[in-house]
T-cell receptor
């Protein structure tokens, strides 16, 4: 079972920041927070991951609360091509590397 | 270009006719995996392989076989397909030292009549 809770859908205006929340209150100390997205029926795409520090890459920023029970993915300037289902996944590094996908958040970027 | 390729991308077949979906990656990744995606059930892992000649069951392995004879290839075999295996299938690969940053293929949409 997915160990994360995300809103089923969100809207965002093109050019504005999209802030996607995720709750993972049962996260363990060795588990990372990963974000993937899936544009309609395409293969999921890795976005970013973090353990406890905030992270930023060319695609997005990840803000993890100090208690690690929740996080926010930030797309700083959303475009129409960012319309996708966004998955927040908690997973330990190593082991079987299995990703447990929940239902995610459908982000609709509006023109 | 680093990529995971799958073939075929679309397939319509009949019950009981053996089929193979190929998966190949050009990134020298040790880990490869197969997922299926169904409406309302999300993506579920079928099989995975930590390296050549090492495979293991995921969450929904029934009705599927895999092999890993070469590092780059990880075919998914349906010996006797049934309609409940109609689904969208994704192959993924990972360099095991790179956390869980998996690369996914474009998907294979399979319909079993």
């Amino acid at each position: 079972d997915a160990k994360t809770t995300q809103p089923p859908s969100m809207d965002c205006a093109e050019g504005r920041a999209a802030n996607l929340p995720c709750n993972h209150s049962t996260i363990s100390g060795n588990e990372y927070v990963y974000w993937y997205r899936q544009i309609h029926s395409q293969g999921p795409q890795y976005i970013i991951h973090g353990l406890k520090n905030n992270e930023t890459n060319e695609m997005a920023s990840l803000i993890i609360t100090e208690d690690r029970k929740s996080s926010t993915l930030i797309l700083p300037h959303a475009t129409l091509r960012d319309t996708a289902v966004y998955y927040c996944i908690v997973s330990p590094s190593g082991a079987t590397n299995k990703l447990i996908f929940g239902t995610g958040t459908l982000l609709a970027v509006q023109p | 270009e680093a990529q995971v390729t799958q073939n075929p991308r679309y397939l319509i077949t009949v019950t009981g006719k053996k089929l193979t979906v190929t998966c190949s990656q050009n990134m020298n990744h040790e880990y490869m995996s197969w997922y299926r995606q169904d409406p309302g059930l999300g993506l579920r892992q079928i099989y995975y392989s930590m390296n050549v000649e090492v495979t293991d069951k995921g969450d929904v392995p029934e009705g599927y076989k895999v092999s890993r004879k070469e590092k780059r290839n990880f075919p998914l075999i349906l010996e006797s397909p049934s309609p409940n295996q109609t689904s969208l299938y994704f192959c993924a690969s990972l360099k095991t030292s790179d956390h869980n940053e998996q690369f996914f293929g474009p998907g294979t949409r399979l319909t079993v009549l």
